[in-house]
């Protein structure tokens, strides 16, 4: 390992902050921690910067915060403004950061916010490799990922990759983790109609965090949780099984509060039971592109993508792009036959290969040795 490689983390301060510092305590390599704090040290003067890539960088972080305070009207143009400034600014900082210190390799954390995709442009505009950290797909990981996270990462799609792959033997032993409510949730997800009974024959539905970028760049055709419901509500009432419904659990990270849906059709129904239970007893997880999705391949469920995701390939979800082919998925599901073989691959190769083992929340020795490998293997591949 060539220990002179440079590396530099950058980050909001915070627990990411302190894993970085921890990696590069724990890891051979000169290291660089910074935060993203923007109004020091950068160069005044103009730079290489056009407005369509200034458009593009802001973009997503506009589209969040009007997605979470949608009732605000008649500020988002000052906000575009202001964002536009505040872009332009993370450019100069971190082109100035680079250009001194001009790294072999940046850590980033995510890679679609403000900070972050200046420092993906700047990257690429010098052939700088990146590697993006996020939660890890399967429970007790992290990603690490030259490409990108989510739908962007460089996890293989071809059905012909998991059939010629040949399992290490590594033991697949997940426990699901559940997610606490946040605090403004606490109250709301104890109420008692959320733990009436279920129906005997259901698909789960978990909802996700409506302005997260799984919702708003990953899921072109289903771009919020209200429009979501729509298709579930078109579905319901046109599906063979008048005895199936849909129960939905609202995502505990989610401020936002469905309450004005739980009673608009009587075979959709909101619970808020344990989320591997609500998987075990469904015939079926149907969701955009959410985890629990991963987690009900690793239960041995039935899976209905209708985003894209790391996880839409042939022989291990369903897909269907329009609200009739949802129904016309519903109405076989009793006929589809799960190739667990293949799902079992699958798993075997995100456990053997993909992941990094253990959450970067409690790091051991043995993942700062897996992240020593990882960073070789992009900067020098």
């Not at 002179?4 to 909001?12: P, R, T």
């Not at 390799?105 to 505009?125: D, Q, S, T, V």
């Amino acid at each position: 390992m060539n220990q002179s490689s440079k590396i530099l983390f950058i980050s909001y301060k915070g627990s990411m902050y302190r894993y970085f510092q921890d990696i590069k305590r724990n890891t051979m390599f000169d290291s660089t921690v910074m935060s993203f704090f923007p109004f020091i040290f950068f160069k005044l003067g103009r730079t290489d910067l056009t407005q369509a890539e200034i458009q593009k960088g802001i973009s997503f972080e506009l589209a969040r915060k009007k997605r979470k305070y949608f009732y605000i009207k008649y500020f988002w143009p000052f906000y575009e403004a202001f964002l536009h400034i505040l872009f332009v600014i993370y450019y100069r900082r971190f082109t100035y950061v680079i250009s001194k210190r001009m790294p072999d390799l940046i850590c980033i954390w995510n890679g679609h916010r403000l900070p972050e995709y200046a420092i993906k442009l700047i990257a690429k505009k010098n052939n700088i490799r990146l590697a993006f950290f996020e939660n890890g797909l399967l429970p007790d990981s992290t990603t690490v990922d030259p490409n990108g996270v989510n739908d962007l990462n460089s996890v293989p799609r071809e059905k012909e990759f998991y059939e010629n792959y040949v399992p290490s033997g590594k033991n697949l032993n997940f426990e699901i983790q559940q997610r606490a409510a946040i605090k403004s949730k606490k109250r709301y997800s104890k109420s008692p109609e959320l733990y009436e009974d279920l129906p005997e024959k259901f698909i789960y539905v978990p909802f996700q965090v409506n302005h997260d970028s799984q919702v708003l760049l990953n899921s072109p055709r289903v771009n919020s949780m209200g429009e979501l419901f729509q298709w579930l509500d078109y579905s319901i009432k046109k599906i063979e099984d008048k005895d199936l419904f849909f129960v939905i659990k609202e995502h505990p990270s989610d401020s936002t509060k469905f309450k004005h849906l739980h009673k608009v059709n009587e075979r959709i129904l909101f619970r808020n039971f344990d989320s591997k239970d609500l998987i075990e007893k469904s015939l079926a997880t149907l969701t955009l592109n959410s985890t629990v999705g991963l987690e009900s391949l690793i239960l041995g469920k039935k899976l209905i993508l209708l985003g894209e995701s790391c996880f839409k390939i042939e022989g291990i979800t369903r897909s269907p792009e329009s609200r009739d082919q949802l129904v016309e998925c519903i109405n076989s599901i009793d006929s589809w036959e799960l190739d667990l073989g293949q799902i079992g691959k699958y798993l075997d190769y995100l456990n053997e290969i993909y992941c990094i083992q253990q959450s970067w929340r409690n790091p051991s020795e043995q993942h700062f040795e897996s992240l020593e490998q990882r960073f070789k293997k992009i900067i020098y591949s």
